[in-house]
């Protein structure tokens, strides 16, 4: 799947945007997923022990931005060769950790969403536009699929 370059570009453009206040994004974030899948809370380390989300954690932040980076180099790659490569060790590492902590499918439907509300928030209504949230969404969903099916393999 090809991505145009314009949307390439309101990517990186909304990453900026985003990576200005990265304490808070991540947060918010974060703060979104169990918004919609309060369920998932035990999943994670960070928050094992207490019923708050922690305001400032190294962990949170950076996995936060890491799941956002790696989703603006998937649109990068959908606009240069219209698909997703994920380098073999970084995908071995995320599958195995995702398979561990009992990641299923739907779960990256919730992170999904969770994704591309902090995109819009962050840039705001005016900035935000149809054309950002579908190359947003398709670059996300590429990158799932691969972590879904080295996920599988390891089943
Ligand atoms: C950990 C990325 C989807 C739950 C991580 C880490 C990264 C990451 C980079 C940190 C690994 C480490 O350094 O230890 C992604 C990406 C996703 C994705 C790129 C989708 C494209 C999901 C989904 C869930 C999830 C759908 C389910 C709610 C977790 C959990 C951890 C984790 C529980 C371990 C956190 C901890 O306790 O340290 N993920 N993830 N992830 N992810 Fe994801
Ligand atoms: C890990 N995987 C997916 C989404 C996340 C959001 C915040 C912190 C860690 C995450």
Not at 15 to 31: A, G, H, Y
Not at 84 to 98: A, I, Q
Request: proline share 3%; hydrophobic share 45%.
């Amino acid at each position: 799947v090809f991505i145009a370059e314009k949307q390439e570009a309101l990517v990186k453009e909304s990453w900026e945007v985003l990576k200005q206040n990265i304490p808070e994004n991540s947060l918010r974030f974060f703060t979104l997923v169990l918004e919609i899948a309060p369920a998932v809370k035990n999943m994670f380390s960070f928050l094992k022990d207490s019923d708050e989300i922690p305001q400032n954690n190294p962990k949170l932040k950076a996995h936060a931005v890491k799941v956002f980076k790696m989703t603006c180099e998937s649109a990068i790659q959908l606009r240069q060769k219209g698909e997703v490569v994920v380098s073999d060790t970084t995908l071995k590492y995320l599958g195995s950790v995702h398979v561990e902590k009992g990641v299923i499918d739907p779960h990256f439907q919730v992170v999904k969403e969770a994704l591309m509300r902090t995109v819009k928030e962050a840039v705001g209504d005016q900035k935000w536009s149809d054309e950002m949230g579908s190359a947003w969404g398709e670059a996300y969903d590429q990158l799932a699929a691969a972590i879904k099916t080295e996920m599988k393999q390891q089943l």
